[in-house]
C-alpha cells in the first residue's frame, strides 16, 4: 500500500495534536505540553528518526505560544551498556541540531536516573508488587505461555517481601552472576496481553555503562525505565512507534502504582502511538544498517546512499527538506509505506527554491566553433537563480574551444533530438546560436570533438536574438576556464521497493536476503568540467547544476583549492518512475 500524497503545505494538524488540544482546553497538564525525542545511543538516527524529530520537538515548539511551560526533551535512552557508546551520544546530538533542534539544557539521561529507578523498584516490592524470580532462562520462556494459553506462576513467585528485598539488594551489590535472577512486576500470568504476564523489571548484567562505567551490574528493562523517566522529565505526551501500542497497559500500570506509592503525583504521562517511518527501497531498521556498513556494502555510516541523517547530509538532502516532508505524510495511526519519490520531490522543491544555479559538464566532449577568433572572450551573465534576481548574475566567458556534454551531441540523430547534430542548430545557453559544421571521431566511433560554426548576431539578451527559434539550448564551458571535478552520481542503493521481500512466484521455502536486493549500480565516479568558481566553494554548499541535478560539495572530501568533489543528491526530475 502506498500513501497518497496529501496536499502540499497541509498544517500539520493530526490525532496527536487534536488529543493535545483537548488536554490544553482542560487544562490537564497546566501550563505545559511536554514531549522528549528518546533515541538509545546504540546507532547513527536515520530517516525514521527525522519524523519522530519533528514531530517532538514541532509540537513543544507550537505549543509554546498557548502553554509557555512547552518542551522537548533529548533522552538519551541508554540503559543497555553492552551497545551504547558516547560516539553516538555526539553523532545524535549533532544531528538533532543539524535539524534544527537545539537540545542545550534540555538533554537527558536515562542513565541519571538509575538511583531513582532502583529506589521505584524497592517502592514495588515492599508493596508486594515486584518479585525476584530465580528460574532459569528457558523455563521462564516457556511459563510465559503462548497467544492462546496463559502462563504458569513462577515457583519463586510468593516469595516473601523480606526475601525479594533482600534479593534484589543482593543482586545490586554484585552477589550473583549474569542470568540467575530477575526482578519481575507481579501482574498477571493469564493477561491475555503477554505484556502484562509478570513483565521483567530489572536483569543482572556485569557490564562497563559509558556513563555510570562499573557502578552498576543491574539495569532496568525498557518498559520500566522509559514511562518513569517520562514520570521523571514531567513529560506529558510520551509519543511512540506503533507497536508499543500492547505496551501501554504495561506503561500505565508502573507509573499507576507509583503514584499510589506517592513516588509521582497525577497527572501522569500517556503514552500515544504513531506510525513508524516505512520507505520504499530503503531499510530503517539498525540491525539492517549495521549488516551494510560492517558487510563493506557502503563506506561507513554518512555514506551518502544511506537513509541515516549523516548520509543525508553528506547527499545534500535538506533539514528543511526533511519538514517538508514530514508535514507532507502527516502522522497517522495505520501503518504505511510511503513511496521514495515523495522524499525526493521534497527534496526537490526546497532545493529548486534555495540552490544557486552553476554550469557544469559531467562527461564533456570539445566544442570547436570554427569562426570564432581564437583569442576572443566573449563576456555573457548567467542567473544565479531564474526566479530571484536579487541573487544576481554572474559572468562566464564564451571562448573558441568549449566543453559540451557527451549526449548533447547525436552524430545520427534519433527521432525528436533536437540539441546538437550534423547540420542542425540550436542555442549556447546565454550566448549564441550556433550550427554544426561537422565531428570528429576514432576508430570505435567514439566522438572526440564537434565543430560548428555560430552566428553572431544572436546573441542571448541582445535585440532580435530570440526571433530565431531553435529547439534546443545546451550548457557549456569554456575550456580555457573550466577545472576538473569529481562528480558522483548517486543512485538508489536498492533495486526493489521492499529490499528482501519475497516476491510472487517464490517458492514457499525461499527466504530471501535484502543484501541480494542491492543496487550494483549505485554509484559512479565522473571526472567532470565545472565553472572555475566551485573551486573555492565551501564543503555542504549545494548548487542546481544546469540541465543535470542539484549537487553538494562533499563535505568530507570537497577541500578549498584542491579539485572539488559534488555529490549528486537528486536528479532535476524523478527517473524511476516509469521503471
Ligand atoms: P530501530 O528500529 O532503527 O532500531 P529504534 O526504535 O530502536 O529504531 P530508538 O533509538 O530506540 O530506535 O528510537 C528513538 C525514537 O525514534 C523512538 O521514539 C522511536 O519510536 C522513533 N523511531 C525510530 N524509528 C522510527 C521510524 N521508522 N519512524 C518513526 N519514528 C521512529
Ligand atoms: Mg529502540
Not at 494538524?13 to 511536554?34: K, S
Not at 533542534?101 to 538511583?115: H, P
Not at 544555479?357 to 555573457?380: G, Q, S, Y
Request: aromatic share 10%; hydrophobic share 35%; proline share 7%.
Amino acid at each position: 500500500m502506498t500513501d497518497h500524497t496529501p496536499p502540499a503545505n497541509a498544517l500539520p494538524i493530526n490525532f496527536i495534536r487534536a488529543r493535545i488540544d483537548e488536554d490544553c482546553a482542560h487544562q490537564t497538564y497546566g501550563d505545559r505540553v511536554a514531549t522528549r525525542f528518546p533515541p538509545e545511543p546504540n546507532g547513527f538516527l536515520h530517516f525514521g528518526h527525522a519524523k519522530s524529530i519533528f514531530l517532538n520537538y514541532g509540537i513543544a515548539a507550537d505549543y509554546r505560544a498557548e502553554c509557555p511551560g512547552s518542551y522537548c526533551n533529548l533522552r538519551l535512552d541508554d540503559t543497555n551498556p553492552t551497545k551504547e557508546n558516547t560516539e553516538f551520544v555526539d553523532s545524535i546530538r549533532e544531528d538533532v541540531a543539524w535539524l534544527g533542534f537545539d537540545s542545550s539544557g534540555r538533554e537527558f539521561y536515562a542513565s541519571d536516573y538509575f538511583e531513582r529507578l532502583y529506589h521505584c523498584a524497592e517502592r514495588l516490592i515492599e508493596a508486594g508488587l515486584a518479585y525476584v524470580d530465580s528460574q532459569d532462562a528457558e523455563s521462564m520462556r516457556l511459563n510465559r505461555g503462548t497467544l492462546t494459553e496463559p502462563g504458569i506462576d513462577s515457583p519463586f513467585r510468593n516469595r516473601s517481601i523480606d526475601e525479594n528485598l533482600d534479593l534484589f539488594r543482593r543482586m545490586r551489590a554484585g552477589e550473583f552472576p549474569d542470568g540467575t535472577h530477575i526482578l519481575r512486576a507481579k501482574i498477571d500470568m493469564a493477561s491475555g496481553n503477554i505484556n502484562l504476564r509478570d513483565p521483567a523489571i530489572y536483569r543482572i548484567r556485569h557490564a562497563h555503562h559509558h556513563r555510570t562505567g562499573d557502578g552498576w551490574c543491574i539495569y532496568p528493562m525498557y518498559d520500566y525505565a522509559h514511562c518513569v523517566s517520562d514520570a521523571i522529565e514531567g513529560i506529558t505526551h510520551s509519543l511512540c512507534t506503533l507497536e508499543f501500542a500492547d505496551h501501554r497497559p504495561l506503561y500505565d500500570w508502573f507509573l499507576d502504582r507509583l503514584a499510589e506509592l506517592g513516588e509521582f503525583t497525577r497527572p501522569l504521562p500517556q503514552q500515544i502511538e504513531f506510525s513508524r517511518l516505512n520507505l520504499t527501497y530503503v531499510v530503517l531498521s539498525k540491525r539492517k544498517l549495521i549488516q551494510l556498513v560492517t558487510g563493506g556494502h557502503v563506506d561507513g555510516w554518512d555514506d551518502p546512499r544511506l537513509p541515516t541523517l549523516k548520509g543525508a547530509r553528506r547527499r545534500g538532502y535538506t533539514p528543511e527538506g526533511f519538514k517538508l516532508f514530514t508535514d507532507r505524510i502527516g502522522i497517522s495511526k495505520s501503518d504505511s509505506l510511503i513511496d521514495f519519490t515523495v522524499l525526493e520531490d521534497c527534496m526537490r522543491e526546497v532545493l529548486n527554491e534555495s540552490a544557486e544555479r552553476r554550469v557544469a559538464i559531467l562527461d564533456p566532449i570539445k566544442l570547436v566553433l570554427t569562426n570564432f577568433p581564437a583569442d576572443h572572450r566573449e563576456r555573457c551573465l548567467a542567473p544565479n537563480h531564474p526566479h530571484h534576481p536579487e541573487l544576481g548574475t554572474r559572468e562566464i566567458f564564451l571562448t573558441r574551444e568549449l566543453w559540451i556534454e557527451r549526449d548533447d551531441f547525436m552524430a545520427e540523430p534519433v527521432k525528436g533530438f533536437f540539441r546538437l547534430s550534423p547540420g542542425k542548430e540550436v542555442r549556447l545557453r546565454y550566448g549564441f546560436i550556433i550550427q554544426c559544421t561537422g565531428f570528429t571521431a576514432d576508430e570505435q566511433g567514439r566522438v572526440l570533438e564537434v565543430q560548428a560554426t555560430f552566428d553572431p548576431d544572436t546573441k542571448s539578451g541582445t535585440p532580435g536574438s530570440e526571433s530565431r527559434k531553435v529547439k534546443g539550448n545546451i550548457h557549456w564551458l569554456s575550456t580555457a576556464d573550466a577545472i576538473p571535478a569529481d562528480i558522483r552520481l548517486y543512485d538508489r542503493l536498492f533495486t526493489h521497493p521492499a529490499p528482501g521481500a519475497r516476491r510472487e512466484g517464490d517458492a514457499p521455502d525461499l527466504e530471501r536476503d535484502f543484501l541480494e536486493d542491492i543496487n550494483p549500480d549505485s554509484r559512479q565516479t565522473l571526472r567532470g568540467m565545472v565553472e572555475p568558481a566551485l573551486a573555492t566553494c565551501p564543503p555542504e554548499r549545494r548548487y542546481q547544476f544546469e540541465r543535470q541535478g542539484y549537487f553538494v560539495a562533499d563535505r568530507v572530501d570537497h577541500q578549498p583549492g584542491q579539485r572539488p568533489v559534488f555529490n549528486r543528491t537528486v536528479t532535476l526530475r524523478d527517473t524511476w518512475q516509469k521503471s
